[in-house]
């Protein structure tokens, strides 16, 4: 299994959706939050998942229940998996 880390970036993405949720319902809020952080860690299990995103390097990962978006890179050097973005789908960010 290779280990999964999450950037500053992506960290604060989980936080802002989570806060932005949980001002409406908060027991969906940690469903979402569990829903996106158990694709994350499915990842240092199968790395391949998802397709190649428009940024160099990385993949996208859909989670089709919500229409949040993961972006991670596979790096080599120790060999782990970052997860860089985590977004919602109607943001239509350059990802």
């Given at each position: 299994?290779?280990?999964?880390?999450?950037?500053?970036?992506?960290?604060?993405?989980?936080?802002?959706?989570?806060?932005?949720?949980?001002?409406r319902?908060?027991?969906?809020?940690?469903?979402?939050?569990?829903?996106?952080?158990?694709?994350c860690?499915?990842?240092?299990?199968?790395?391949?998942?998802?397709?190649p995103?428009e940024?160099?390097?990385?993949?996208?990962?859909?989670?089709?229940?919500?229409?949040y978006k993961?972006?991670?890179?596979?790096?080599?050097?120790?060999?782990?998996?970052?997860v860089?973005r985590?977004?919602?789908?109607?943001?239509?960010?350059?990802?």
């Amino acid at each position: 299994m290779i280990p999964v880390r999450f950037s500053h970036r992506a960290l604060a993405d989980l936080e802002d959706i989570a806060a932005y949720i949980e001002a409406r319902n908060p027991i969906a809020a940690r469903r979402v939050i569990n829903r996106i952080e158990e694709l994350c860690f499915a990842l240092g299990e199968m790395p391949g998942l998802g397709r190649p995103s428009e940024v160099a390097g990385a993949r996208k990962l859909l989670v089709p229940e919500w229409d949040y978006k993961i972006i991670y890179e596979i790096a080599a050097d120790p060999d782990r998996i970052v997860v860089l973005r985590v977004y919602h789908g109607a943001r239509n960010l350059p990802y």
